[in-house]
């Protein structure tokens, strides 16, 4: 059982990483974060986990760190976000090996039925093919960076962009 490490990009306090690594005693986890009420409840609740609090667009680690894994889950969509800016911070920690997934919400659950889009809080719509168009923009920018393999899947509410493999 190698060890590997996972950076969680927007990972609030860091609790999703349990359910995700259920039973991986082998992972070594950071978690970066704006908000600084959410890091203070994960260093309290998490012990094993790293919390780092900075913008996902900045340079937040300030040594060059290399994960095997990194996320970023339902975070590069939110308001002000360069996703550009964002997706070069994540490369450059990430080990040549590793892998990137980011995930964009795709729709809400609403009387029994799932509503596809995304709400836009500054104009109030719920723009149906954003989440789709943010995916492909994605991706392309992945494969730019230089990832040999990469993806694009729909599950349920989300859209889960992948790249693995770099140059």
């Known amino acids: 059982n ?25 992972a070594k986890y950071t978690v970066v974060d704006i ?20 913008d996902m667009e900045q340079e937040y680690l300030n040594n060059i760190d290399l994960f095997d894994i990194c996320l970023c889950l339902r975070a590069i969509q939110s308001r002000g976000i360069f996703s550009h800016d964002a997706l070069i911070q994540m490369c450059k920690h990430l080990n040549k090996e590793g892998i990137l997934i980011v995930s964009i919400p795709n729709g809400y659950k609403h009387n029994g039925k799932v509503e596809r889009g995304l709400y836009d809080h500054r104009s109030r719509l719920f723009l149906r093919t ?9 991706e392309r920018k992945l494969i730019d960076y230089g990832f040999n393999n990469t993806g694009i899947e729909t599950i349920d509410t989300e859209i889960i962009v992948w790249g693995k493999d770099r140059l």
């Open 130 to 138: 954003k989440p789709q168009e943010l995916a492909a923009k994605i």
């Open 2 to 26: 190698k060890s590997f490490r996972v950076l969680d990009i927007g990972g609030n306090d860091g609790s999703e990483l349990e359910s995700i690594f259920q039973g991986c005693s082998n």
């Open 35 to 54: 908000s600084n009420l959410a890091i203070d409840k994960g260093r309290k609740k998490y012990k094993n986990i790293s919390f780092v609090q900075n």
